[in-house]
């Protein structure tokens, strides 16, 4: 059971890793993207996943489904800034002119390791910037990044390594835009998200860098039902845990967990009122950190100094109505 199997996704392999509980599909030569986990003992979809007949829109927008990664998350006004001398001019891919959710896109990882063991199983890839011509033209330092995946029973844990390759200090922001699927059903469904504060954002829809009072999204703090939620909102952590707990109504569910060294903030976001799936998305930094007047400590921009190496993990564990939460 616990092993590592191929598959195909229109013609690109898949690599699909196998526990009792869980199959976790990787697609690495289109963005290395967690496309989907299935759950074997509730037979259900844990992400929103992509249909073979959705290629076209997957190619468009594949951080509309599974765990893909943002790098940086975000808005970035008029795709512009400068930092430690040089400038940087991503895409103005959405409205205004901005450039939203970073330069990862659809590029083709390699897989560099695979280990089966007693306990789960495990598969690394890698990508280096400079290969795409279109990342380093937008972003200048070029950068190596490693995911590892560990599925272990009903765990998933995800590994980020970055490697700065280049010569000048680099900005850095990484997200993750996580699809979990409510199933139609949003009254069973409840989040507690501990968090301080929420982002006020201008009319672009970037964040100010001022925060206000959570008001009703104080609720998530002792956990809030979905129902009727509609939300793209960004959320201060601050000096709480960084766990995500997303629970239905029997008692099954989900904890989400990063690292809280480097994961400052929750976006949550619905795509109108609360349906079929809800994205709870961990971000090191708050978007369009290298534009704003606030130090480092609040921003959660990560200077990356050349030769450095830098790990981000993020854990995922389903929840099943006979095993306690914590």
């Known amino acids: 059971m616990k092993k590592v199997t191929k598959g195909q996704w229109n ?33 259900r979809d844990v992400l929103r996943h992509p249909e073979e007949s959705e290629l076209d829109f997957y190619l468009q927008k594949p951080y509309h489904f599974g765990i893909p990664l943002l790098a940086p998350p975000g808005r970035i006004r008029r795709g512009q800034f400068t930092y430690a001398g040089q400038n940087y001019q991503f895409d ?12 990862h896109r659809t590029q083709s990882w390699c897989v560099s390791d695979i280990e089966e063991d007693e306990e789960g199983c495990t598969i690394t890839t890698e990508f280096v910037t400079s290969d ?45 835009h996580t699809w979990f699927m409510i199933d139609g059903e949003p009254g069973r469904w409840t989040l507690k998200l501990p968090v301080t504060d929420q982002f006020i ?8 860098g001022e925060t206000v009072p959570l008001g009703t999204w104080n609720a998530l703090n002792q956990g809030m039902n979905l129902k009727g939620t509609n939300c793209d909102t960004m959320l201060r952590i ?9 629970t239905r109504d029997d008692g ?16 949550i976001y619905s795509k109108g009122e609360a349906d ?15 534009n704003l007047d606030l130090p480092a400590s609040e921003t959660g921009l990560i200077e990356l100094q050349p030769g450095q190496s830098l790990e981000l993990n993020i854990h995922l564990e389903i929840l099943y109505p006979d095993a306690p939460i914590s």
């Open 11 to 43: 013609g690109y392999d898949t690599y699909i890793l196998h526990s009792r509980e869980l199959e976790v599909t990787l697609l690495p030569r289109l963005g290395n993207n967690v496309i989907r986990i299935w759950d074997n003992i509730q037979q």
């Open 132 to 176: 795409d011509p279109d990342w380093i033209r937008q972003y200048p330092e070029p950068l190596k990044l490693e995911m590892t995946l560990r599925l272990q029973g009903s765990s998933l844990n995800q590994t980020y390594k970055v490697s700065h390759l280049g010569e000048n200090p680099a900005p850095f922001g990484l997200g993750l």
């Open 201 to 208: 954002a201008d009319e672009e829809n970037i964040p100010t």
């Open 238 to 246: 601050g000096d709480k845990p960084v766990e995500a707990l997303l």
């Open 276 to 290: 079929q799936f809800y994205c709870i998305e961990p971000y090191t930094w708050l978007p369009d950190a290298p």
């Open 92 to 103: 103005q891919n959405t409205a205004n002119d901005n450039h939203i959710h970073g330069l």
């Open 252 to 267: 099954y569910g989900l904890r989400y967990t990063a690292d809280p060294e480097h994961f400052k903030f929750w976006v």
